[in-house]
T-cell receptor, first 113, second 111 residues
Framework: EAQVTQNPRYLITVTGKKLTVTCSQN?????MSWYRQDPGLGLRQIYY???????DKGDVPEGYKVSRKEKRNFPLILESPSPNQTSLYFC????????????FGEGSRLTVL | QKEVEQDPGPLSVPEGAIVSLNCTYS??????FMWYRQYSRKGPELLMY????GNKEDGRFTAQVDKSSKYISLFIRDSQPSDSATYLC???????????FGSGTRLSIRP
């Protein structure tokens, strides 16, 4: 089954404790992206990657890091999480970016205390 | 001013009604227009996309783009309780990878 898999789905952590949210897709997509979704603000792009070893900042990259060492994986790293990073995070991928057809994971709800 | 504006709702209509969801945008360079549907506790899924202006129909769903007014719409005919979800409009430039999302409209269809 074609899918984007994120883990963990739910996480409660404390300020400053490094964490990684993993994302993996099995569709051989070149493009991958991370979004955060907050009430009233919609989906905002954090980082994206056009291909292996190619990453770039989105609209809200502060406090986040990513890497793309393999085509299928695109982990999101929070080196020192803060409460304002409490949010619902989505990983998405696409084979073709021109039409905007993104495939989303089921989301990771992160709470930073 | 946000690049894409969408009424958050919630919008509640009886089963069988025609639903109209709308977004306005400010950047006339947008060329691709999408509607995503997001069920509770799930990721968004692409419902329809339209290139440039005009209408596109897929079953009970019709997407409409009016570039002169910078206005896009999604119509749902014969609405069903299973259509209850948050609907996000989205748009992008032709040559770019970045997609701009609206904040979503929460729709509830009453049986």
């Amino acid at each position: 089954e074609a899918q984007v898999t994120q883990n963990p789905r739910y996480l409660i952590t404390v300020t400053g404790k490094k964490l990684t949210v993993t994302c993996s897709q099995n569709m051989n997509h070149e493009y991958m992206s991370w979004y955060r979704q907050d009430p009233g603000l919609g989906l905002r792009q954090i980082y994206y990657s056009m291909n292996v070893e190619v990453t770039d900042k989105g609209d809200v990259p502060e406090g986040y890091k990513v890497s793309r060492k393999e085509k299928r994986n695109f982990p999101l790293i929070l080196e020192s999480p803060s409460p304002n990073q409490t949010s619902l995070y989505f990983c998405a991928s696409s084979f073709r970016t021109n039409t905007g057809e993104l495939f989303f994971g089921e989301g990771s709800r992160l709470t930073v205390l | 001013q946000k690049e894409v504006e969408q009424d958050p709702g919630p919008l509640s209509v009886p089963e069988g009604a025609i639903v109209s969801l709308n977004c306005t945008y400010s950047n006339s360079a947008f060329q691709y227009f999408m509607w995503y549907r997001q069920y509770s506790r799930k990721g968004p899924e692409l419902l329809m996309y339209t290139y440039s202006s005009g209408n596109k129909e897929d079953g009970r769903f019709t997407a409409q783009v009016d570039k002169s007014s910078k206005y896009i719409s999604l119509f749902i005919r014969d609405s069903q309780p299973s259509d209850s979800a948050t609907y996000l409009c989205a748009m992008k430039w032709a040559s770019a990878s970045k997609i701009i999302f609206g904040s979503g409209t929460r729709l509830s269809i009453r049986p």
